[in-house]
Nanobody, 120 residues
């Protein structure tokens, strides 16, 4: 059974920091590309950051580049999103996602989401 369990969300003031974690199980984590998405009320879900299976390549949305950092620990089956200099527009539900490709079979998995609220 595949599980992605996010944690670390909460309420933070503008300019503050949060670190999200996502613990994965039920698939070969080290082979999966891991991503963080977010969805604000009334908006579509958007890709925030991704990291390849060995962690050698990362990518970010323009809106978060330079403020957010994605990383992974394959020994702990965990992916992180360090969020600094948070802005009110970062308020959203943040989702962890995994893409596993084995041969011709591609599987996408999602966590349940964690709320991040940036407000004074």
């Amino acid at each position: 059974q595949v599980q992605l369990v996010e944690s670390g969300g909460g309420l933070v003031q503008p300019g503050g920091s949060l670190r999200l974690s996502c613990v994965a199980s039920g698939f070969t984590f080290r082979r999966a590309t891991m991503s963080w998405y977010r969805q604000a009320p009334g908006k579509e879900r958007e890709l925030v950051a991704s990291i390849t299976s060995l962690g050698g390549s990362t990518s970010y949305a323009d809106s978060v580049r330079g403020r957010f950092t994605i990383s992974r620990d394959n020994a702990k089956n965990t992916v992180y999103l360090q969020m600094d200099s948070l802005k009110p527009e970062d308020t959203a539900v943040y989702y962890c996602s995994a893409r596993s490709v084995v041969g011709s079979l591609r599987s996408d998995y999602w966590g349940q989401g964690t709320q991040v609220t940036v407000s004074s």
